[in-house]
């Protein structure tokens, strides 16, 4: 599929997508949702593709927000409607099953705060600012920041960002652990790849079923989340990749896992 606002490209089995408007800081409009969406649908029924970088082009911006041209001539129904389909693009990306390191190159702000939150992790160039200035608007978040946000940095943390719609430079973004690490900007796309492909180097079985657990097993009950764990690991005990990663550990030698 080739896209107008998404730039996709594919290396060694990892999705490099990069928002691409950065005359607009790469603000969020519908089709760079409905793109993204068709993006990560694609790199997620792709046995080729195991992991994704997300970054944003240019030299300021991850993503400033939502389009906030599109936000002001929303009626009712269609905001509730933008919001219900973006917070599905968004729950793709955390569901995907594969490893999503978001390269928070810039401003990441209202929706493109909600998409890093998304990811599985956040690495930041120095330059990063995050936040929630959607109440500077007269809006709120509606991709699922009043969500995600307190579930990751607290409900304190969060709710002084989503009230005051101030930004965190990046280094304040670390302390809260809203973001894993921040780097020199020229280090922030080869490490963000090495960091997957360390991650990919394990069993595909082993990532896909850990995301799965971390991401259902938050939102139950915590004997059920266990119980759901316990299930998982003995299912991965009848994978080939089981035998193998613990069989080429005894004999000292590297595993090639097959994911399966
Ligand atoms: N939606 C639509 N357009 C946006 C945008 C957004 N969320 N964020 C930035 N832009 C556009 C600007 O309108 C401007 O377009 P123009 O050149 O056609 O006028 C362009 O991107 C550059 O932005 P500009 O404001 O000139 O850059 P800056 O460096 O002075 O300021 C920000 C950067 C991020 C502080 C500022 O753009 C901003 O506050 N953006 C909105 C952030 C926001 O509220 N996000 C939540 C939306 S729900």
Same mark, same amino acid.
Request: proline share 4%; aromatic share 4%; net charge neutral.
């Given at each position: 599929?080739?896209?107008?606002?998404?730039?996709?490209?594919?290396? +060694? $089995?990892?999705? !490099?997508? /990069? !928002?691409?408007?950065?005359?607009?800081?790469?603000?969020?409009?519908?089709? /760079?949702?409905?793109?993204? +969406?068709?993006? =990560?649908?694609?790199?997620?029924?792709?046995?080729?593709?195991?992991?994704?970088?997300?970054?944003?082009?240019?030299?300021?911006? =991850?993503?400033? $927000?939502?389009?906030?041209?599109?936000?002001?001539?929303?009626?009712?129904?269609?905001?509730?409607?933008?919001?219900?389909?973006?917070?599905?693009?968004?729950? #793709?990306?955390?569901?995907? $099953?594969?490893?999503?390191?978001?390269?928070?190159?810039?401003?990441?702000?209202?929706?493109?705060?909600?998409?890093?939150?998304?990811?599985?992790?956040?690495?930041?160039?120095?330059?990063? %600012?995050?936040?929630?200035?959607?109440?500077?608007?007269?809006?709120?978040?509606?991709?699922?920041?009043?969500?995600?946000?307190?579930?990751?940095?607290?409900?304190?943390?969060?709710?002084?960002?989503?009230?005051?719609?101030?930004? @965190? +430079?990046?280094?304040?973004?670390? %302390?809260?652990?809203?973001?894993? %690490?921040?780097?020199?900007?020229?280090? @922030?796309?080869?490490?963000?790849?090495?960091?997957?492909?360390?991650?990919?180097?394990?069993?595909?079985?082993?990532?896909?079923?850990? @995301?799965?657990?971390?991401?259902?097993?938050?939102?139950?009950?915590?004997?059920?989340?266990?119980?759901?764990?316990?299930?998982? =690991?003995?299912?991965?005990?009848? /994978?080939? +990749?089981?035998?193998?990663? /613990? #069989?080429? =550990?005894?004999?000292? %030698?590297?595993?090639?896992?097959?994911?399966?």
């Amino acid at each position: 599929m080739s896209y107008q606002n998404l730039l996709v490209e594919t290396r +060694d $089995g990892i999705a !490099i997508v /990069t !928002i691409n408007r950065p005359d607009k800081l790469n603000a969020l409009n519908d089709r /760079t949702m409905h793109e993204l +969406d068709a993006a =990560f649908a694609a790199i997620g029924s792709d046995p080729a593709v195991r992991g994704a970088i997300l970054t944003g082009a240019g030299e300021k911006a =991850f993503v400033a $927000g939502a389009d906030i041209g599109e936000l002001s001539t929303q009626s009712p129904v269609d905001g509730k409607e933008r919001s219900i389909r973006g917070q599905r693009v968004l729950d #793709r990306i955390e569901n995907l $099953g594969k490893p999503v390191i978001a390269a928070v190159n810039g401003f990441a702000l209202g929706g493109g705060c909600e998409l890093a939150l998304a990811c599985h992790v956040r690495i930041a160039s120095e330059n990063a %600012r995050l936040g929630t200035p959607e109440v500077k608007l007269g809006i709120m978040c509606g991709y699922a920041g009043t969500q995600r946000l307190p579930r990751l940095v607290g409900k304190g943390r969060a709710l002084e960002l989503l009230l005051s719609g101030e930004m @965190l +430079d990046a280094q304040e973004a670390l %302390r809260i652990g809203l973001v894993n %690490r921040v780097l020199p900007k020229d280090k @922030l796309l080869p490490e963000c790849e090495a960091l997957l492909r360390k991650m990919l180097a394990n069993g595909p079985v082993s990532l896909r079923f850990t @995301l799965e657990v971390v991401n259902a097993g938050l939102e139950m009950p915590l004997a059920e989340a266990q119980y759901l764990e316990a299930t998982l =690991f003995g299912l991965i005990c009848s /994978t080939e +990749d089981m035998k193998e990663g /613990t #069989r080429a =550990f005894l004999e000292k %030698r590297a595993a090639k896992f097959q994911g399966r």
